[in-house]
């Protein structure tokens, strides 16, 4: 039973266009939730994260949303790069718990010139 | 410059060989993990370690164990190597005050398992 789902595997944009990743989870009780960028060959490298007190976090070209009622989490990527072109995964952890993140199934993202 | 390191980043082995996974981090972390990733699958919890010889199942541990000796180094174990077993192992490891959560990962180690 998948807790955290991304449900589109992959995403084409052009370049200078919005990115939008997303990712719906089931548990209430994640209280934190990350995205991770990963080149093939290579492993999964942090992009951003927030917490459930939040409703929006920014970091440059990259925001990331949660709608806590709707159980979703987005990335939105503005604007996009062909050096963006990788897998995102998108990462919760339940409240109060120092136990490992759970980690959603992937979403291609290519970024075409 | 924070450093998770896999020894072997390309292996191929036979079925029922035994197979070591190597991984060492250099930021004194408490806590380390082994992942695979599969196509559509994505990051999928083997074992994890709070400290040093402590160790716990994540969500895939048949077929695998691990060992950690030392803080630094985390094993992954595979007793009889089999073909579902080919994939890519990721090694990551996380202060366990941590800066939000943040986990590292290695750069990956593809198996093949012939």
């Known amino acids: 039973d998948q807790q955290v789902k991304q449900n589109s595997p992959s995403l084409s944009v052009q370049e200078g266009r919005i990115s939008i990743l997303n990712c719906d989870y089931t548990n209430s009780m994640f209280d934190y939730f990350l995205w991770y960028k990963k080149y093939p060959a290579e492993g999964p490298t942090f992009l951003i994260s927030?917490?459930?007190?939040?409703d929006k976090n920014e970091d440059g070209r990259f925001t990331v949303f949660l709608n806590k009622s709707a159980k979703h989490l987005s990335l939105h990527i503005v604007p996009s790069q062909p050096g963006d072109s990788a897998v995102y995964f998108c990462a919760t952890k339940p409240r109060g718990s120092a136990r490992q993140l759970t980690f959603g199934s992937g979403t291609q993202l290519t970024v075409l010139p | 410059d924070v450093k998770v390191t896999q020894s072997s980043r390309y292996l191929v082995k036979r079925t029922g060989e035994k197979v070591f996974l190597e991984c060492v981090q250099d930021?004194?972390?408490?806590?380390m993990f082994w992942y695979r990733q599969d196509p559509g699958l994505g990051l999928r919890l083997i074992y994890f370690s709070y400290d040093v010889k402590m160790k716990e199942k994540g969500d895939i541990p048949e077929g695998y164990s691990v060992s950690r000796e030392k803080k630094e180094r985390f094993s992954l174990i595979l007793e009889s190597a089999s073909t579902n077993q080919t994939s890519m192992y990721l090694c990551a490891s996380r202060d366990r005050t941590g800066v939000r959560n943040t986990i590292y990962f290695g750069e990956g180690s593809w198996l093949t398992v012939v």
């Open positions: 927030i917490s459930s007190i939040k």
């Open positions: 930021m004194d972390h408490e806590n």
